[in-house]
Structure formats: C-alpha cells, structure tokens
C-alpha cells in the first residue's frame, strides 16, 4: 500500500461542492465580527470613537483594546532566540498602531453586511509619525517603531565555519554581488476564518479554525485567557482553500472571537476578505544578500560570505525566515569556509511570515546566481560549474557547518545530487537543448536555458503525534493532530496505517487536526508532517494490530506471530490463523477486546481497548533535494517570457503515493512561478501598501502555465523509519533560480544581468532598454 498511487479520497466531495469550510459551519444564532483597521502606517492613537457605531443597525457590540483589557496581554514569543530583541505585540494596540491594517477594534451585528457598514462609523484620531516602507528608510527613521529598539534591528546573527577572510584573501577569483528577491503573501483561496461558540455550563470553547497549527492556538487561547487547555478544543476543518505559511501564524482576531462568543453568549464569526488578506494576512517580505565568493581557476567553490538584510515587518516572532535563508544559501555544494551573517529589521509592514519555502527560495535564488556568475566568469557550461561542486553520494551524512533553524547542526542525512542532477539534464537534452539555443540565437530568437539545484530542510521536530483506534465494527480510525491543507492527508495516513495494520485503506478513517481527538500537536508547515506524524502512525497501527492478534490468539489457542488479516470466503476480514481455514471476522474480534460481555471476565491474554497512540520525535531535520531545468525565449518588444520547456526533479526519501507527491511538486512549481515572474508587494516609503487587489498584483491562471515533466528519486532518510521527506515545498523553491537563470542566459547577448526578482515584462523589458543604453554610452 505504501508507494501506491492512490486517488485522493478528498477530491470526490470537493469536485462536488459538498467541502466544508470554516464559514459553511452553521452555527445557529451566530453573530458576525467585522474589523476596524489601521489606516496609517505608523501613528499614535489618541482616541477611538465608538459611540455612533454603537448604535447602528443589527449592531451588539463595539470592542476596542480598552473594552478587551482582560485578554489583551503582551503575546509570547513565537519561537525564541538569543539574538531576539523583545518587540511587545498583543491583541489589539493600546497606544500606537505600527502598520496599515492592524486590528484597532472590532464590530459584532447581526450579519457581516451591518458589521462592516458600523465599522464605517468608528472613529479614530491619530498622531502620524514617520514610518518605513523599506530596509533603508528603516536604517534612519528618526522614530523608532517599538520603544526602546531606537535602531529597528529586530535581531543581528552571524554564524560561520573555517576563515572565509583568508579564503576571500588567498583565492585566484573573488565574486562581488548583491542581490535581492521579493516574495509576497499567500494568497489562499480560502482566508483566514474563524468561529466559535462558548458553553456556559461546561465553561468550555470550541473554536472552528483555518489554521495550520490548531494545538498551538488552543495555547495561545490558553495563555490569553488565563485557562487550562482542557477548556478550549481548537478544530481546523479537513477541508480548507490552501495555506501556504501565513495560516501557521497566530492572529488578533483567532484570539477576539471565542471571547466575544463568551461575552455574548452567543456564536461568533469573522471571514477573512481579500482586501483585508492583503493588508493584515502576514508576507514574506524583501531580502538583500551582499555576496562575497572566493572561487578557482576551475570554479572551485573556496569560500562565501554572504551579508544580508531581512524586512521582518512590524513585529518578530522569530527568525525562522531568515534563519532558514541562510542556511539555504551553502546549497548542495562543497564549501569549506562561509560565513552567514544577516540583521533583521522593522518596518512599518504586516509583519513577516513563513510563505511556501520560508526564506529558502532566497537562498536558492542567492546560491545559484553565483554559480551562473562563476561560469559566466570561466566560459565554463553553467551546469557543469555546479556539477563538480556538488556533495557526492558517498560524502553523507555531510556536516555543513552552520547550526539549522531546528537548532541542530546542519548536517543533510542522505542525497544523491549528482545522479539528480544528471538525471534531469538527461531528461530534457541538454546537449540538443544547447544546439537548439544556437540555431534560434542565430535567427534572432531571445532563448535561454536554465539550471537550479536545491536542498531543503523537513521534516523538523519537535514531534507529532497519532492515534490508532479499531472500531467495533472492524473499521479502524486514525487520528493525528496536524490538520490537512491540501496534501491528501485521509489518503496517504490511511495507506500507512493500512499497510501497519494489513487491512484496506479503505477501511480507514482518517481525523485530523482536532485538538480534542489527540492531546498533543505541532502543526502543518514546513514540508514536516510526513517524516514525524508518519512514523508514530506506523507504530500506533502496528501496536494495534499487536493487541488484536494477542487477543484472537487467546482465544483460536495459537501464537499471535501465526495469524494474518485477510478476506474470507465471502469477502469479509477477518484474523485468520495462516495455512488454515479458522478465523475469525475482524469486527467479532473488535468487539471481543472493545466490548467483551457485560459483568463477564474475559478470557486470560486477551488485551482490553484496541488503541495505541504513539509520538515521534525527530533527532534532526532532513533534507530533501531538488533540480530543475528550464528553456525560455523572450520577446523583446513586450519583455514577456514563453517557457518552452521544464523538467522538476525531487529526491523526498521514501514515497507514500507517488500522484500525491507529483500533485505535490507541481503546486510548489506554480506557487514559485508566481513568485518569479509575476508577485510582488509594494509598499510606499513610510509602509502605505501599494498593492492591495488583484488587479496590481497579479498572479497566473491555469493559461499561463506551462507543461512540466516530472522525475523522482529516492534516497531514504536514515532519520524516521519510513524513511520519508518532505514534498511539500519541493517544487517552489528552485523556481525563482531557474527562472532568473534561463532569463538571464536569454538576455547574455544583450549584456543584462539578473540580480533581482521578481521578473515581470516591465522590468525585463527595462533590463533591456537599460543594457541598450549602456551599449551606446560604452566607449
């Protein structure tokens, strides 16, 4: 069952509009919570009027930081790091607002329409104070965004290995560049969303939830309300319209709506729009690397410094994003000296989160310019510069010498870089593909070929957890607590648990991300899920078919290592003794340990309740892989790039369902296709967002993609017992690298060069007029 390519169970009831997402929950009697949000950047707040909203139609209730003062503590910090300057951010702000779209109060009515109308009548009078919109406005802001951080840095973090100084000082070849890539939101279907409803008698919350992490919101509730966990049950629905990083994060209005539906004792709502996912759902904000590499006559990578800056936003959590850039940068290659430094700073932006790949596609982005660069510099073929740099497969577990995000030392498990590279240049021709490059230059054509590798950290801790349960009926259920955001997770846990178990995965019901069903969970993000809620389903499966064997030994008088699950006669499972006809259906043994008979003692050896649950915990990250190759031509007149030809490559370890991890791939593709060539948030120089509808951010339909071939394989990961990576990334993190490669090499004839993403048609069509402006000032 494992390595099956199995149809999604999910997609039969979402192809029939029969999905359920947070806002089709029917909770009767629910009121509507609609936001009144910052319109300034960076202000002080000197009042907020609410008496006229107060009174409006179908209106209950208006609730600002002063009405909420009982839950509005200072938030914790996300993930903590000893170069993390403390920022205070809580619910709502009470003194000043430090980005466009900050919650500043709420609205409750009957319906969302007359929320949103009274929302109209708040008023509120600010102080404006100047503000950032950008790294090097925030360098020299005369006001400091957060009280007593006067210089905007969030955070300053140097890590390094060997003497890049000396290598920098030694090498026949040194390479000085900067580059910067922008990346953008996530831009779900589905926004955030949430409902809840209070029970008064109990004293107890159920919050339904798009979100990725539901037990980390159960805490945060917790810590605001000042309640133990067992007082709130946080669901996020199996069904949800994508979350890509930012629905990992945790939000003023998850924390607003559980509370009101308390203190109105009646259910509450609150839909995110698009405009206000624009404004107040959390981005991956700008990078800039200055690099410094120091590399041989032969293109021998010696040594790399890389200095960045990362816009965190108006407030820092963490450093994962950065953290994770990086460590990103070193890649697949062999470098023996680098040195990683980064400073984190505020602007007066929606704060900075995880988006599909979280800092990686920089580092990517970053790494695989300079091999292009390198080549460039050597006359060399842009993919045999990184082939003879690549880490080969005897070389793993190789310690790269920085310390991950994880807190681990980043060391990859397992790989065969090589073999995927030449795996992928064989799949589209690279030698024809060459030839082809010549012939079309030579009739004019603009046609480029581009090359990425990359390596990707998954499968992170700290752990996840599974719960396996066979019913009375024969049927089993499979419970963990990281919930679904369009992986497939009711098709490949059930293949798991099928395959622990011996049964059909048809048997299987798979429950997710309910923090009432499983009393521990991290979360979905970071392409992790498989590599740690795989195996401690496995072990949960295989400890529950243990019970159930011991038990129908017990009573057939064989050994448990005798029996087997299997269909009889007629097509029912039963546990059957192997090489004979005796057994016994499943669901009779089911009930045996489940049920037994009333006030009856059961029969010596047979174990009580068939449930198991097991946790994993992960001694480290692993590390998958991936190559992509890609032929573009450009035209110049209108700076559009027509991508005639794409192989994706991925090494994820272990595959569960093959068609899954392709739908997988391709998603990520698209997602960085997006980031590549079309998205980018702009915001103005005191952090007015400039970009706050589709109609001047644009991202593409299925029109403009193009066809894909896809390759696979698989080195298992030495760091869980299924041996699995993570896929979920895999596709996006290459593809600003490879689309700036193949652009660049299109554009080689015309002297331009790629230093910055996205790549739009008004500005490659500038790189162009900008190339040809040189050429005639050049002497």
Known sequence: ???????????????????????????????????????????????????????????VAVYTAADLAEINRPWPVHLAHSSLRPAEQRTLPIEKVRYVGELVAVVVAESRYLAEDACELVVIDYEPLPGSGHLAVSQQLPVAIHDGIDDNVAAHVVQSTGDVEAALAAAPRVLRETYSINRGGGH???????????????????????????????????????????????????????????????????????????????????????????????QEHLQEHHLEVAYDDDGMLLGLKDVFLHDTGAYASSLIVPLIAGTTVPGPYKIPNLHIEFTSLFTNKVPSSAVRGAGRPQGVF?????????????????????????????????????TFRDGSPLTYDSGNYPGLLEKGLAKIDYPRQRELQAKRRGEGALRGIGVSVAVEGVGLGPFEGATVRMESNGRVTAIMGAPPQGQGFETTYAQICAEAMGVDPDS????????????????????????????????????????????????????????????????VSEVGVRGTQTGMPLAQAARMSNVGSPGVTML?????????????????????????????????????????????????????????????????????LSNALYEESLYSADGTPLTTSFLDYPIPSARELPMIELYDQSTPSPLNPLGVKGAGEAGT???????????????????????????????IGDLIEDARIARQAAP
């Open 604 to 672: 010596a050896g047979t174990v009580p309740g068939l449930t198991a649950t097991s946790y994993f915990n992960p001694s480290s990250a692993g590390y998958s892989s991936s190559v992509q190759v890609c032929v573009v031509e450009i035209d110049p007149g209108t700076g559009e790039v027509e991508i005639l030809d794409w192989v994706v490559g991925h090494d994820c370890g272990t595959i569960i369902n093959p068609l899954l991890v392709e739908g997988q791939v391709l998603g990520g593709v698209v997602h960085g």
């Open 188 to 282: 779900s279907m589905e926004g955030r969303a949430v409902a809840a409803r209070y029970d008064r008698a109990m004293g107890e919350f159920v919050v339904w939830d798009a979100t990725q992490t539901p037990h980390q919101i159960r805490a945060q509730l917790a810590y605001c309300y000042g309640l133990s966990e067992e007082k709130i049950r946080v669901i996020a629905p199996p069904d949800v319209g994508g979350g890509f990083g930012p629905k990992a994060g945790k939000y003023p209005e998850e924390i607003i709506v559980p509370w009101l539906a308390k203190l109105l004792d009646r259910p509450v709502k609150f839909v995110e729009d698009r405009y206000e996912h624009f404004v107040s759902c959390t």
């Open 508 to 571: 299987v019901d798979v429950v997710t991300g309910d923090t009432g069903t499983i009393a521990y969970g991290v979360g979905t993000f970071a392409s992790r899920v498989m590599a740690t809620a795989g195996p401690a389903m496995m072990t949960a499966a295989s400890e529950v078919k243990q019970k159930l064997f011991q038990s129908v030994a017990a009573v057939l008088e064989v050994s448990p290592d005798d029996l087997e699950i299997r269909a009889d006669g007629v097509g």
């Open 733 to 763: 993190l290459g593809v600003p690298a490879v689309i700036a490669s193949a652009v660049e090499d299109a554009l080689a004839p015309l002297g331009v060069r790629i230093t910055s993403m996205p790549l739009s048609p008004g500005r």
């Open 366 to 402: 970053v790494m695989e310019r300079v091999m292009d660069r390198i080549a460039e510099d050597l006359g060399l073929d842009p993919a045999d510069v990184r082939a003879r740099n690549l880490i080969q497969e005897h070389e793993f577990p190789y310690a790269v010498g920085l």
């Open 1 to 59: 069952m494992i390595g099956e390519r199995r149809v999604r169970r999910e997609d039969l009831r979402l192809l029939r509009g029969r999905g359920e997402y947070v806002d089709d929950i029917d909770l009767p009697g629910v009121l509507h919570m609609a936001a009144v949000r910052s319109t300034q950047p960076h202000a002080r707040i000197l009042n907020i009027d609410t008496s006229a909203a107060t009174g409006g139609e179908g209106v």
